[in-house]
């Protein structure tokens, strides 16, 4: 276990941004957990992972929880138990490199194990959901543990559960995996190369990655629209009709354009990026600028997979 007051989360967040955290304390095991949050019971608390998924807007004045378990175990041919520490690319590697498939769609998102659960990741038709068979958590509240099945966690869109009536009352602490036999190399490098073709790569400048939801709308709607965008790209689901954000955005002309030191990327326009040194206010004041001329253009609501911290 490790506690450190006032540091700095810029380690911590992969926007960049240099804000600085009350009380930074990580654990290595369960038991650790159970003992910060008991020491720090009645504070502001926050659990994060590898802050992929988050915008600082200012200092935390609180506790920053964050895991150091990293282990993954197979439980059976078919079945891996990974913590909730684990870079989620890490254990598709680790999988690959074995000769099992199934998680290999989600390589290269950024993020840890835990945080798969709570956002229900995705990429290329693949979520998380799709292989997830259940996760264990520690309820906040009685320190008790507690496993949530597939279905108990109620995936969603980028959603579940732990967004929603769970959020602040349990943090996961591993994820259970349905994995299969099979060579998942060649794959696993397609969805490498095609996401760095598009993407910027943890490093090389800051984002979070996908910073929109791709919205859906009713059927009326997309009717409406493709008689005046022909060309636009839908897809049909159960919760309606799935329009990518990143089409409307480059329709609206954000390709590339930049607002303080933030800048929505330029091969890829549902990213915004840390260019220069922005300030939070500059990403956030970008992404509204985003959303509202995406809902003037299409009459279409476009939200933050962003959490604003």
């Known amino acids: 276990m490790t506690i450190q007051e006032n540091i700095s989360l810029l380690p911590y967040n992969t926007f960049g941004i240099d804000a600085k955290a009350k009380i930074f304390a990580e654990y290595s095991s369960v038991d650790e957990l159970r003992e910060l ?10 659990h994060i ?14 506790v920053i929880l964050h895991s150091a378990m990293a282990r993954a175990r197979f439980l059976d041919d078919e079945t891996v138990e990974a913590q ?7 254990l598709i590697a ?29 990429a290329y038709g693949v979520e998380a959901k799709d292989v997830i068979i259940r996760v264990h958590t520690l309820d906040v509240e009685t320190l008790e543990e507690r496993v949530f099945t597939n279905a108990e966690c ?23 995996y349905h994995v299969s036999k099979g060579d998942a190399t060649k794959t696993r490098q397609e969805i490498i190369e095609t996401r760095m073709a598009k993407l910027p790569t943890v ?3 800051g984002s979070a990655g996908s910073f929109f939801m ?16 022909p060309e636009m790209p839908h897809f049909e689901t159960p919760q309606g009709v799935k329009i990518p954000a990143a089409w409307l955005i480059e329709q609206c ?51 933050p997979e962003v959490n604003y911290i």
Not at 97 to 113: A, H, T
Not at 214 to 229: D, G, I, M, Q, S
């Open 49 to 62: 992972g590898q802050g992929s998924n988050l915008l600082f807007t200012g200092d935390f004045d609180g």
């Open 253 to 303: 002309g954000w390709k590339g354009k930049k607002l303080g030191g933030a800048q929505v990327w330029h091969k890829q326009p549902l990213v915004i990026v840390n260019a220069n040194n922005a300030t939070p206010d500059d990403i956030i004041a970008l992404a509204a600028q985003v959303s509202a001329s995406v809902k003037d253009k299409f009459g279409i609501d476009i939200h």
């Open 214 to 229: 791709n919205p859906f709308v009713p059927e009326e709607k997309a009717a409406e629209l493709l008689k005046r965008y």
């Open 203 to 205: 490093g090389e400048v």
């Open 94 to 122: 680790q999988l690959t490199d074995m000769c099992y498939c199934g998680m290999e769609k989600l390589s290269l998102i950024p993020g840890e194990v835990g945080a798969s659960a709570v956002q229900n990741v995705g």
């Open 84 to 90: 909730n520490g684990l870079r989620l690319d890490d």
């Open 37 to 46: 949050l008991t020491k720090y019971r009645g504070e502001k608390m926050l």
């Open 154 to 176: 109620r995936f969603g869109y980028r959603d579940s559960a732990f967004k929603h009536e769970l959020k602040g009352r349990y943090i996961v602490t591993s994820v259970v």
